[in-house]
C-alpha cells in the first residue's frame, strides 16, 4: 500500500473527566475514501474534531501526522492552509453571505463558471442559488450540499464527512455521494465519520470503534457484518441486547 496521508499513532483525548480516545492508531492511504463506523459515543465525531484541530480537541496524547508531518501544535487555518478540511454534521449559517460570496472564499478558481459547476456537482441549480444568502431561509440538507460545493472548488487533499446523511432526503443524499465520487476521482482522500450501513457501502476501506478503541479495520464486507450480525462483547452502553443464545 502507498504510505499514508494521515495516521493517527496512539492518539488519547480527553473530555472533562471521561476518555474518548483511547490508544488509537489508524492510518488512511492516499485518494481513498474510508469510513470511520461505530455507535454513538464511540468518538468518531471527536477524532475528526481533533484531526481539524478544533477548540477544546487540541490536548491530545500521541500524535497525528499528515503527509508525514505532525501536525500538533497547528491552528484550523495551518492545517486548511495544508489541504485538511471538515464537512460540519450541522452546517453554519452565514446571515448576509451570499452563496456565491461563501462559495469564493476559499476557491482556488473564484470564477463564476467554477463556483457554478461546484453547485450543479451537488444537484444545486446556479440560476437559483448563487445570490440567496447562506442563512435560515436555507434547509439544513440545502446548507449541506452548499458546503460540500465550496469544498469541491478548494480542491483539498483531505476531506473529513461527519454524519454526511444526516438531515437530508434520498435525492440529496446520491447528490452528495456523487459528490463524494468526484473527490476520488480528483485524488483527493475521503475520511466518512458514520453509523449508517448505506454511506459505507461508498467506501473503499472502513475501521470500526468502540469506547475510543478499534475494533476492527478491513473491507467494507468486513466491517459491515458488525451492523446486522454480531458486536464485539464490551461494557458500552450502546452494548446491543442479544435476544437469543446464538446471537
Known sequence: ?????????????????SRILDHLSLEFWPGYVHAVV???????????NAIMGLSGYTAFGGDIRFQGDS?????????????????????ARYEGLSVERFLGAGAGDRSVENLRR?????????????????DRTLSGGERKRIELASILTMDPKLVLMDEPDSG????????????????????????LITHSPTVL?????????????????????????????????????????????DE
Open 1 to 17: 500500500m502507498p504510505d499514508a496521508i494521515l495516521e493517527t499513532d496512539d492518539l488519547c483525548l480527553d473530555l472533562g473527566e
Open 38 to 48: 461505530g455507535p454513538n459515543g464511540a468518538g468518531k465525531s471527536t477524532l475528526a
Open 71 to 91: 501536525v500538533k501544535g497547528l491552528g484550523i487555518d495551518e492545517r486548511a492552509r495544508l489541504g485538511i478540511t471538515l464537512a460540519w454534521q450541522e452546517p
Open 118 to 134: 461546484a453547485l450543479e456537482r451537488v444537484g444545486l441549480e446556479p440560476g437559483e442559488y448563487m445570490t440567496r444568502s447562506v
Open 168 to 191: 437530508i432526503d434520498v435525492d440529496a443524499l446520491e447528490k452528495i455521494f456523487e459528490a463524494i465520487g468526484h473527490l476520488k476521482k480528483m485524488g483527493t482522500t475521503v475520511l
Open 201 to 245: 457501502e461508498k467506501a473503499d476501506h472502513a475501521f470500526l470503534i468502540c469506547c475510543g478503541k478499534m475494533v476492527e479495520k478491513g473491507p467494507v464486507e468486513k466491517i459491515m457484518q458488525y451492523f446486522g450480525e454480531k458486536c464485539i462483547p464490551c461494557n458500552h452502553k450502546n452494548q446491543p441486547e442479544m435476544e437469543g443464545p
